[in-house]
């Protein structure tokens, strides 16, 4: 199994940047295609944004494109999730995942793989 460890979550001021980490372990990182998810208080988990194997293809949600840009680290083991001009609908735990194969890069079914979330908070 792969193993996700997310980083970096936090409070912001609205209009505010944060950027969130993801390492992994137990597999050959650059096998697999990448996302982020978010799960508001209440709400239902949605997609964030996802990132190919050769970091080729990206996908966004329509909430957050423009603001987000998902990149990868192969060597590093890494992803992240650059976010600039938060705003207070942002705030969720941010979750990232790995997929070995995209059928539908947006659908939480393609992952395989979760990390346990981390929290972003945006004040107003």
């Known amino acids: 199994q792969v193993q996700l460890v997310e980083s970096g979550g936090g409070l912001v001021q609205a209009g505010g940047s944060l950027r969130l980490s993801c390492a992994a372990s137990?597999?050959?990182?650059?096998?697999?295609?990448l996302g982020w998810f978010r799960q508001a208080p209440g709400k239902e988990r949605e997609f964030v944004a996802a990132?190919?194997?050769?970091?080729?293809?990206?996908y966004y949600a329509d909430s957050v494109k423009g603001r987000f840009t998902i990149s990868r680290d192969n060597p590093k083991n890494t992803v992240y999730l650059q976010m600039n001009s938060l705003k207070p609908e942002d705030t969720a735990v941010y979750y990232c995942?790995?997929?070995?194969?995209?059928?539908?890069?947006?659908?939480?079914?393609?992952?395989?793989?979760w990390g346990r979330g981390t929290q972003v908070t945006v004040s107003s």
């Open positions: 137990g597999r050959t990182f650059s096998t697999y295609n």
């Open positions: 995942a790995a997929a070995p194969r995209f059928s539908d890069a947006r659908a939480a079914y393609d992952y395989d793989y």
């Open positions: 990132i190919s194997r050769s970091s080729i293809n990206t």
